[in-house]
């Protein structure tokens, strides 16, 4: 899947709670409907990214895997 | 699920170790980032979180401590020096996992709004001024604590 992102944040090799913070770092200097692509290597993040879309609001659009890498694609909603 | 309500998060940190310090910051930034408010009250031992330059000094024990990954014996562990040890080895640990230090964190709680109130109270016992504390830590008491939780708080003690 190829998904158009706005902006790049990668969070490789950062521990919880880094990729959440900096995600939302990320997500409020975008405009509303802009997508953020966030990569992690903290299998946590899984989890995390899908609360911390779920507690504020903004979307996950697509989650994926490579190797040991895990894609996050959030939109902006608000 | 987001907007309807003002979610808040109430932590005590009431202890000084390197391990104990994780938690209540980690916590706090975590619901600032997830568009909560939070507020963390030191009291007792949590104080040393945030005396200044203090956060990255912390020290943790081995002695009656067997939750550590490599346990140490109590025989040992009170040997001078093991203290030293104990933390050079839970830093590298934490290092090697790519865990922020405890004054990233603290500076990240800060940017982000989190209150951090020192009690009051356990200042004077253990002879802490406000001076020895970081910038734009408040005072306060057990009534500043609860009025803050009461309302719809996650209260939580470390």
Not at chain 1, 47 to 68: F, I, P, R
Not at chain 2, 3 to 21: F, P, V
Not at chain 2, 86 to 103: F, H, P, Q
Request: proline residues 5%.
């Amino acid at each position: 899947m190829s998904i158009a992102a706005d902006q790049t944040l990668d969070c490789s090799g950062l521990a919880c709670p880094m990729p959440i913070l900096k995600t939302k770092k990320a997500i409020d200097g975008l405009q509303v409907g802009q997508v953020l692509k966030m990569i992690a290597t903290d299998p946590g993040s899984i989890s995390d990214m899908d609360a911390w879309t779920k507690k504020t609001g903004h979307q996950l659009v697509a989650t994926e895997q490579e190797n040991n890498k895990f894609v996050f694609y959030v939109k902006k909603m608000k | 699920m987001s907007e309807q309500l003002t979610n808040r998060l109430a932590i005590i940190a009431a202890h000084g170790t390197l391990d104990a310090a994780y938690p209540p910051l980690i916590l706090a930034t975590a619901a600032i980032a997830m568009d909560m408010e939070a507020a963390i009250f030191f009291t007792f031992y949590g104080l040393n979180i945030i005396k200044k330059n203090q956060a990255d000094h912390l020290q943790v024990a081995p002695i009656a401590n067997p939750a550590m990954p490599m346990p140490v014996p109590n025989i040992i562990g009170v040997l001078p020096g093991m203290t030293a040890v104990a933390t050079g080895m839970m830093n590298d640990w934490m290092k090697k996992a790519n865990v922020a230090r405890l004054s990233e964190l603290l500076d990240m709680a800060i940017e982000g709004g989190v209150r951090l109130i020192a009690c009051q109270m356990t200042m004077d016992v253990m002879g802490i001024k406000k001076e020895e504390l970081i910038d734009g830590v408040e005072i306060g008491g057990a009534a500043t604590y609860l009025n803050y939780a009461c309302d719809h708080a996650i209260a939580l003690s470390f």
